[in-house]
């Protein structure tokens, strides 16, 4: 049976207990990075090929990151640039996932709206499951994100919802609480992953 995500949230909060320094840091660092990278491309478009060959391995890391916290392992900064190593090896798997996933959304999206809002949420798995598994291919994380979805879609869309209701308290706190929301919004959704994941 699926924890409710009221479960999963605080659970996220007793992950980071003791580690929000460490979290908040870490994701600074992650959007000075890729905001430093994004302001350039605007006015390179080598740069712009940049931000698309980094975007993969960098949601890789985040995940890494993230999943590091919420299972209580060893969690280092330094984990975000983990899609980076073997970087050539592994580019296909990260940016192929990365760009299936913006390309069968927009298609979806095509559509109408909602049929995008629920493809975008059945590929949310995708990057958790490249991190548990290097060996596996885009295509197939994709489609493994998929199954594991099945009948939890509206569970992850209502928790998304609960998020945004945080985002607007955020904004009361001029945009200051954003900085534990990202990293509360990541250990919650890597909560989610590992509680389909157990009754798979």
């Not at 996220?12 to 979290?23: I, N, P, Q, V």
Request: charged share 15%; net charge negative; hydrophobic share 55%.
């Amino acid at each position: 049976m699926k924890t409710e995500n009221s479960t999963l949230m605080k659970m996220a909060k007793e992950s980071l207990h003791g580690k929000w320094l460490l979290a908040i840091g870490t994701f600074v660092l992650y959007g000075i990075i890729v905001g430093a990278i994004a302001a350039m491309a605007e006015y390179s478009s080598i740069m712009s090929l940049v931000t698309l060959l980094i975007a993969g391995p960098f949601t890789l890391g985040v995940a890494i990151f993230s999943l590091a916290i919420s299972r209580d392992e060893d969690a280092r900064f330094e984990q975000i640039f983990a899609g980076f190593h073997n970087f050539g090896a592994s580019l296909g798997a990260y940016l192929g996932a990365y760009l299936l996933m913006i390309v069968f959304t927009f298609l979806w999206t095509l559509l109408l709206i909602i049929p995008g809002i629920i493809a975008a949420i059945s590929y949310a798995m995708t990057f958790y499951i490249l991190a548990d598994d290097e060996s596996i291919g885009a295509m197939e994380a994709i489609d493994k994100s998929k199954e594991m979805m099945h009948g939890h879609k509206w569970d992850y869309f209502v928790l998304m919802l609960m998020y945004l209701g945080l985002g607007v308290l955020c904004l009361l706190t001029c945009g200051i609480g954003f900085f534990w929301l990202i990293p509360f919004v990541q250990v919650t959704n890597a909560k989610f992953y590992d509680d389909i994941k157990r009754i798979q």
